[in-house]
């Protein structure tokens, strides 16, 4: 075929090399149908995240309910736990070291006085309740559950993994997240509430999610399980994740925290004054946030 103004000549006509309209639109629908593909399937998978923790947390607690109302006790601080529970092992280490008037110390037993894990704002006694020290009830948990029948899963009970000043534990000790945190059970006052971040929100014992949960899945969470706001409900933001000088916060700017305000009210708690927390911080992207679930 002869060229012709560079393109190809074909019976009395010229043909220009190039693309046409309806090849470009077939382009850009095809691009688009990609983006949306890509778009879609990243929501997808942010939303099965969030089933995932809610889910564990789910089958966490009904293990716990299913825990006390055969034991009457909850794990970690049952105290008759090596008589009752089979498999705990005998490398299990007593919940002390200390000697205690007028009891014996078994190892895997907890303190049985109502609290996994002694009160974090009070000493270790040698006599009547909190003679267990802490990290060692807060690592029978999942000893006490899994040799139960109560979860699946093979943990060691021992405190060496407990990492509560991090928020979190060892993947030998404790069950962990789907972003690979251990969670823990513990009697404290985790929970954040506007007005206080200490002990006026009130004491309990209460699951944690682990850490390293980002914010729009931890965001998904609340709405699935509780009610969005980061400092009400059954579900809150840890104030692990607020601290600025101990806890997940520590050199975070204001923008780039797990939770912000919305400015609809003032916190005027514990003698200060400072916009309401009341908000997941989605646009400041945070990867590693937590709660707890009080129950």
């Known amino acids: 075929m002869a060229r012709c103004c560079g393109g190809y000549l074909g019976g009395d006509r010229c043909f220009r090399g190039g693309f046409t309209l309806i090849e470009i639109a077939i382009v850009v629908v095809i691009i688009g149908l990609l983006m949306g593909g890509v778009l879609k399937g990243q929501e997808m998978i942010r939303n099965a995240r969030s089933h995932n923790v809610a889910d564990q947390g789910n089958a966490i607690k009904a293990a716990f309910m299913?825990?006390?109302?055969?034991?009457?006790?909850?794990?970690?601080?049952?105290?008759?736990?090596?008589?009752?529970?089979?498999?705990?092992?005998?490398?299990?280490?007593?919940?002390?070291?200390?000697?205690?008037?007028?009891?014996?110390?078994?190892?895997?037993?907890?303190?049985?006085?109502?609290?996994?894990?002694?009160?974090?704002?009070?000493?270790?006694?040698?006599?009547?309740?909190?003679?267990?020290?802490?990290?060692?009830?807060?690592?029978?948990?999942?000893?006490?559950?899994?040799?139960?029948?109560?979860?699946?899963?093979?943990?060691?009970?021992?405190?060496?993994?407990?990492?509560?000043?991090?928020?979190?534990?060892?993947a030998s000790t404790c069950i962990t997240n789907a972003f690979n945190s251990g969670l823990l059970y513990f009697y404290n006052h985790q929970q954040f509430t506007n007005g206080s971040e200490v002990d006026a929100d009130g004491k309990s014992n209460q699951l944690t999610t682990g850490r390293f949960i980002p914010v729009e899945i931890i965001s998904e969470l609340d709405r699935k399980v509780d009610d969005g706001d980061p400092s009400s409900g059954s579900f809150r933001v840890a104030d692990f994740f607020l601290d600025a000088t101990s806890g997940g916060a520590v050199g975070l700017a204001e923008d780039k925290k797990c939770v912000i305000a919305s400015g609809a009210g003032t916190n005027t708690g514990g003698g200060s004054s400072m916009p309401l927390i009341d908000l997941w911080n989605l646009p400041g992207q945070n990867i590693d946030c937590g709660g707890v679930y009080l129950f």
């Open 66 to 170: 299913g825990f006390q109302d055969r034991f009457h006790a909850l794990p970690g601080d049952y105290n008759k736990a090596s008589f009752n529970i089979v498999g705990l092992g005998a490398d299990v280490p007593k919940c002390t070291d200390e000697t205690v008037v007028g009891l014996e110390i078994l190892p895997g037993n907890g303190d049985g006085n109502g609290r996994v894990g002694n009160d974090p704002s009070g000493a270790v006694a040698t006599s009547g309740i909190d003679y267990c020290r802490r990290e060692r009830e807060l690592g029978y948990v999942w000893k006490h559950l899994s040799a139960a029948g109560f979860l699946s899963g093979n943990f060691d009970g021992k405190d060496a993994g407990v990492r509560e000043a991090g928020f979190n534990c060892a």
